[in-house]
């Protein structure tokens, strides 16, 4: 039996270029204790769209919702937070630490649909959902189509003379 996959290069080129950073990162820092909290991450973004609204989605599990800033300036949506290492646990104690750790910022740049006084961003269980709801003349507006010719429509309307 033969299965079909589908090739995407691109993927490809993500996984090696973090197995590049990774040997890079590891190669330099040299097994030093800053190694655990200087990293810095970009969290994992789902963005939907629909008629009415465009929402992100980003996975920032670990971050108290205090250490999370959500901006709109300029069509430019920046989102910028902080995952913390735990400072009860003695960094000599970990073997293995595949958890990133530090600050990050996303930055998007909205288009001109949106409406961005109305932005909305709510956390919970580790993802930070942002609402980016569109203007109303952005939204799709139905045209009803008359059937027949233009003289005949014409011939239906209402006088003014009367």
Same mark, same amino acid.
């Given at each position: 039996?033969? #299965?079909?996959?589908?090739? /995407? ?8 270029? *973090? ?11 040299g097994?030093? *204790? ?10 994992a973004?789902?963005? =939907?769209? !629909?008629? @009415?609204?465009v $929402? ?10 205090? *250490?999370? !800033? ?18 009860? /646990? ?7 630490? /595949?958890?990133? =750790?530090?600050?990050?910022?996303? $930055? ?6 949106? !409406? ?6 709510? =956390? *919970?269980?580790? #993802?930070?959902?942002?609402?980016? %709801? ?10 009803? #189509? ?5 003289? @005949?429509? /014409?011939?239906?309307? %209402?006088?003014?003379?009367?």
């Open positions: 039996m033969t #299965v079909l996959t589908r090739w /995407e290069p691109f993927r490809e080129f993500a996984t090696l270029q *973090d197995r590049m950073n990774r040997l890079f990162r590891e190669s330099f820092e097994g030093r *204790d800053e190694s655990l909290t200087t990293s810095s991450f970009a969290p973004v789902d963005v =939907y769209e !629909d008629d @009415q609204k $929402t992100l989605k980003i996975e920032v599990p670990g971050i108290d919702e205090k *250490d999370i !800033d959500v901006r709109v300036e300029n069509n430019t949506l920046t989102v910028h937070g902080e995952r913390k290492i735990e400072k009860n /646990e003695k960094e000599e104690n970990y073997r293995r630490v /595949e958890r990133q =750790y530090g600050s990050f910022t996303r $930055t998007f740049t909205l288009p001109s649909t949106v !409406d961005s006084e109305h932005v909305t961003a709510n =956390y *919970d269980k580790g #993802v930070l959902s942002i609402t980016l %709801p569109k203007k109303a003349e952005a939204k799709p507006k139905q045209i009803k #189509v008359n059937v027949g010719t233009e003289k @005949q429509i /014409e011939a239906k309307a %209402p006088s003014k003379a009367a």
